[in-house]
């Protein structure tokens, strides 16, 4: 059981380059999130789906933007990168909080370098 | 959403058990409570969670003042392998946006051999 996967591990990037960070999830979660998560800080959040086909912005969506075609895949774009996107990536992935009573899942990180 | 205050670090000697306390004063009367960590170089994990009772799991137990106002992770033996960042979480109980997981600073806890 892969659990979330992040896909790559580390990458470095020119100013003005465009990637796609690719999160995948074997647990048939409804729910998945990006975070990003700079030095000595928590995490903060990008973007988030409840669900296949739908996306919304959380506190920090300047600069990026996400896909969920598939119910098991978020894709967090930056489409001109730049220094300060500069972070550790998080991908999680959870059931419905219809009750609060639900954990998620995180990925181990992307690393990503803006020079 | 509810506001947390905890301790920037901690410091605890491995076998030893350790208190980990959370203030969340402003938390909503149907707010679960998580907590989360984070060891080094990896993602967060879920540690456990409670609503109004204390909770006890393999991991750790979580007690909940009556008034909800704090909490207290404990670890009963704190080894090498907790050294992480503990985040608690406020969490209220329905979807949306609502629903998600906003982390603060957390609370650095070191171990001592």
């Known amino acids: 059981n892969a659990g979330v996967t992040q896909t790559p591990k580390f990458r470095v990037l020119k100013t003005g380059q465009s990637m796609t960070l690719l999160c995948a999830q074997d647990?048939?979660?409804?729910?998945m999130y990006w975070y990003r998560q700079d030095p000595g800080m928590g995490l903060r959040l990008i973007h988030y789906?409840?669900?296949?086909?739908?996306?919304a912005k959380g506190e920090v969506p300047d600069g990026y933007n996400v896909s969920r075609l598939k119910k098991q895949n978020f894709l967090l774009g930056l489409e001109s990168a730049a220094p300060s996107q500069t972070s550790v990536y998080f991908c999680?992935?959870?059931?419905?909080?219809?009750?609060?009573?639900?954990?998620?899942?995180f990925g181990q990180g992307t690393r990503l370098t803006v020079v | 959403d509810a506001k947390t205050t905890q301790p920037n670090s901690m410091e605890s000697n491995e076998e030893e058990p350790v208190h980990l306390p959370c203030n969340h004063s402003?938390?909503?009367?149907?707010?679960?409570i998580h907590w989360y960590r984070q060891l080094p170089s990896q993602g967060p994990e879920y540690v456990i969670h409670?609503?109004?009772s204390n909770v006890n799991n393999r991991m750790a137990s979580l007690a909940i003042a009556e008034d909800r106002k704090s909490s207290t992770l404990i670890l009963h033996r704190a080894t090498l392998r907790d050294a992480a960042v503990y985040y608690c979480?406020?969490?209220?109980?329905?979807?949306?946006?609502?629903?998600?997981?906003?982390f603060g600073k957390g609370t650095k806890l070191s171990v001592k051999p």
């Open positions: 999680a992935s959870s059931l419905p909080y219809l009750t609060g009573n639900t954990e998620a899942f």
């Open positions: 647990m048939n979660h409804e729910y």
């Open positions: 789906s409840v669900g296949e086909g739908t996306t």
């Open positions: 402003t938390i909503s009367g149907t707010d679960y």
């Open positions: 409670g609503l109004t």
């Open positions: 979480i406020p969490k209220p109980a329905y979807g949306g946006s609502q629903g998600n997981l906003i």
